[in-house]
């Protein structure tokens, strides 16, 4: 039963690092990378479709990316939903490949983003806690109901522990990096 416990806590620790690589990669920087776009949605024959399925992202050199859709005639619609999504992106379409520069980024954008890239990784400590919560808690239940002891409680808790730890350090080496990533000129 702790073996749950604990094996569920740490599948709701990991969700929260999955969800903060997310975040991670919408905040842009002056790099070109195909993860930027991931959450652009394209209106594909009545459906709205994630980028990706439609067409491939490729990095053209360092500053740009190419988009080139499996149908022609969706480069328009691409164009557009790439313009609509809240990047800050301005695509140029030729026919044949949508070419998507990526703008340099300037002092203050880049302390903003990291200000936002702070507060994601905040938001995913205070998601690792929430586990550990309530992990701790089913524990604390299984006592009151008398299926462990004190000490098998005790043990537990402290495995609970080590594990948030473990993930709220790897937020924190995420979070370097990703300043780092966003401070480099």
């Known amino acids: ?93 030729n026919g044949d490949i949508i070419r998507i520069p990526m703008p340099m980024l300037t002092e203050e954008t880049r302390k903003d983003m990291v200000k936002q890239a702070r507060a994601d990784a905040e938001h995913g400590k205070v998601s690792v806690r929430n586990a550990r919560r309530d992990a701790n808690s089913d524990i604390k239940d299984l006592l009151k109901e008398k299926e462990i002891t004190e000490d098998d409680e005790r043990s537990a808790e402290s495995d609970i522990q080590k594990l948030t730890d473990r993930h709220i350090a790897e937020i924190d080496k995420m979070l370097k990096a990703k300043e780092e990533d966003l401070m480099e000129v």
């Open 1 to 93: 039963m702790i073996d749950d416990i604990k094996a569920d806590a740490e599948k709701k620790m990991k969700k929260s690092l999955e969800a903060l690589t997310s975040a991670f990669n919408k905040i842009r920087t002056g790099r070109a990378h195909p993860s930027i776009l991931d959450s652009v949605m394209v209106n594909y024959y009545g459906q709205e479709t994630p980028l990706k399925q439609i067409a491939s992202v490729n990095v053209e050199d360092n500053r740009t990316l190419a988009v080139s859709a499996w149908e022609k005639n969706l480069m328009p619609v691409i164009e557009k939903a790439i313009m609509a999504s809240d990047l800050g992106l301005n695509p140029s379409n």
